[in-house]
């Protein structure tokens, strides 16, 4: 992932590997990290349980949110592609009987964004 699409609020893919080093202590018993991303300082893991939002906040980064959102609670998501002359994909999830989403990404165009619907159908429709 390139400084510039970071600095521009875009997310890129983060290895298993690397999310289950940093973040292993969040998982419980038979929960795998499926996909990740990291933008600038925040990360967000889909694993085959739940959508961890990973907020890292202050100037140090010393304090840290980590918001669980159970796949049952998502009511409807969505996900547009990048464009020819725009330089990111985006995903919307709405939670429970919300009017607007209350969880907006944004990817670069290394990110396959279908592959990041099919997780959320899977787990949201499934």
Same mark, same amino acid.
């Given at each position: 992932?390139g400084l510039?699409?970071s600095?521009?609020g875009? $997310?890129g $893919?983060?290895?298993?590997?690397?999310?289950?080093k940093?973040?292993?202590?969040?998982?419980?018993?038979g929960? &795998?990290?499926e996909?990740?991303f990291?933008?600038?300082?925040?990360?967000?893991i889909?694993?085959n349980?739940?959508?961890?939002?990973?907020?890292?906040q202050?100037l140090t980064? *010393?304090k840290?949110?980590?918001?669980s959102? $159970?796949?049952?609670?998502?009511?409807?998501? *969505?996900?547009?592609t990048?464009?020819?002359?725009?330089l &990111?994909?985006?995903?919307?999830i709405?939670?429970s009987? &919300?009017?607007?989403? *209350?969880?907006?990404?944004?990817f670069?165009k290394?990110?396959?964004?279908?592959?990041?619907?099919n997780?959320? $159908?899977?787990?949201?429709?499934?």
């Amino acid at each position: 992932m390139g400084l510039f699409s970071s600095l521009m609020g875009n $997310a890129g $893919a983060v290895s298993q590997e690397d999310l289950k080093k940093n973040y292993g202590q969040l998982l419980i018993d038979g929960e &795998e990290i499926e996909l990740g991303f990291k933008l600038i300082r925040d990360t967000f893991i889909f694993t085959n349980k739940r959508l961890i939002l990973i907020d890292v906040q202050g100037l140090t980064g *010393s304090k840290t949110e980590y918001l669980s959102v $159970a796949y049952k609670s998502i009511s409807k998501f *969505s996900v547009e592609t990048a464009g020819t002359f725009d330089l &990111e994909a985006e995903l919307k999830i709405w939670i429970s009987s &919300e009017t607007i989403p *209350s969880i907006k990404k944004k990817f670069n165009k290394s990110v396959n964004v279908y592959e990041v619907q099919n997780v959320l $159908a899977h787990h949201v429709l499934g």
